[in-house]
């Protein structure tokens, strides 16, 4: 698998990826580089219930269970608001907790109805945009991207241009002199700290990298040596040709995205821009082969879906 929530290759993703992070702003100062700070404050409703510290630090409860990635949010947005307090500044922490927020959800037909309901209309969602620009939940579309851009804060507002140079220094260090010389730093790197730990050595880091990609590498071959996969990829291949859809691969890892991935690598430039006119019949086809390959296959995704989960697998390019 090429990693279908972060794929390199695929548009798609590129375009869908949440491109949102929480901007900040202070009490006495700051600047709006929240994008530098927790990945994890990507774009979506946070929806969770707050609780406020001694100092005034806002705090996002963690919702009852999540799993331990989306637990390290938390405890990472929760820590930078903390620390910027201490230095006299707001930070909003922002964690995305609802599945409805994340779009590949809808496309990758691991749930096999709700992906049926967004091919229906959006197809595999690459032309969709051009068709529905005021449809904020359509891939590329206008209202999307302006949804992506906005601030989920008012953290800055009425900030002088000194303030936010103060802020952007305590949220993530100050400036460095070069770029042999930049690290990770202010409250930034504090709540980075608290959620995952001490940064490891240089050392450590390539033998984790290393593991990491052992590890990676012997899931790929698990899964694509399962002879349930194997099989049930075959009849997925089968009848992807038997409605005329080329099929480039035929192992699960390539198999559970590859009609999507192959289809962005032949998008015209414009897609994004073309008239309503022009994008329409490419949309309309657009759908028809998401439906056809949502519904060959569905009996291949729901088997291996749930192998991936105890077998992470990210590409071997990723």
Same mark, same amino acid.
């Given at each position: ?14 375009? /869908?990826?949440? /491109? /949102? ?6 009490? $006495? ?74 779009? /590949? ?25 051009? +068709? ?8 590329? $579309? @206008? ?35 070069? @770029? ?66 080329? +099929? ?24 994004? $821009?073309?008239?309503?006119? +022009? ?40």
């Amino acid at each position: 698998m090429t990693d279908i929530r972060g794929s390199l290759v695929t548009a798609l993703a590129v375009g /869908l990826l949440p /491109l /949102l992070a929480a901007c900040g702003g202070g009490d $006495s100062g700051g600047a709006g580089a929240k994008s530098a700070a927790s990945s994890g404050s990507s774009g979506g409703g946070s929806g969770a219930a707050t609780t406020t510290t001694a100092n005034g630090a806002v705090q996002l409860t963690v919702p009852d269970g999540v799993d331990e990635a989306t637990k390290q949010q938390y405890i990472e947005e929760n820590a930078i608001a903390v620390c910027m307090k201490k230095q006299g500044f707001t930070y909003t922490p922002y964690v995305r907790t609802s599945a409805a927020a994340d779009p /590949l959800a809808a496309v990758d037909g691991e749930d096999y109805a709700r992906a049926k309901q967004f091919r229906q209309k959006y197809g595999f969602g690459y032309y969709a945009g051009a +068709v529905y620009p005021n449809d904020p939940n359509v891939p590329f $579309s @206008k209202a999307a991207m302006a949804k992506r851009t906005s601030p989920v804060d008012h953290d800055e507002d009425g900030l002088t241009d000194a303030q936010k140079k103060a802020y952007d220094i305590a949220l993530n260090g100050p400036p460095a002199k070069s @770029k042999a010389e930049e690290k990770p730093g202010g409250c930034s790197e504090t709540g980075r700290v608290a959620a995952h730990g001490p940064a490891l050595s240089a050392a450590a880091q390539k033998s984790a990298e290393k593991a990491r990609d052992a590890s990676n590498h012997a899931n790929g071959l698990a899964l694509n040596g399962d002879p349930q996969l194997v099989q049930l990829a075959q009849q997925f291949a089968t009848c992807l040709t038997g409605q005329g859809i080329p +099929v480039s691969t035929t192992q699960p890892t390539g198999m559970v995205d590859m009609v999507r991935l192959d289809i962005s690598r032949k998008l015209p430039e414009n897609f994004m $821009s073309m008239s309503k006119d +022009v994008a329409l019949p490419l949309l309309n086809k657009d759908i028809d082969i998401a439906l056809k390959d949502l519904d060959c296959g569905k009996k291949f995704r729901a088997a291996y879906f749930p192998e991936e989960k105890a077998k992470p697998y990210y590409g071997e390019d990723g």
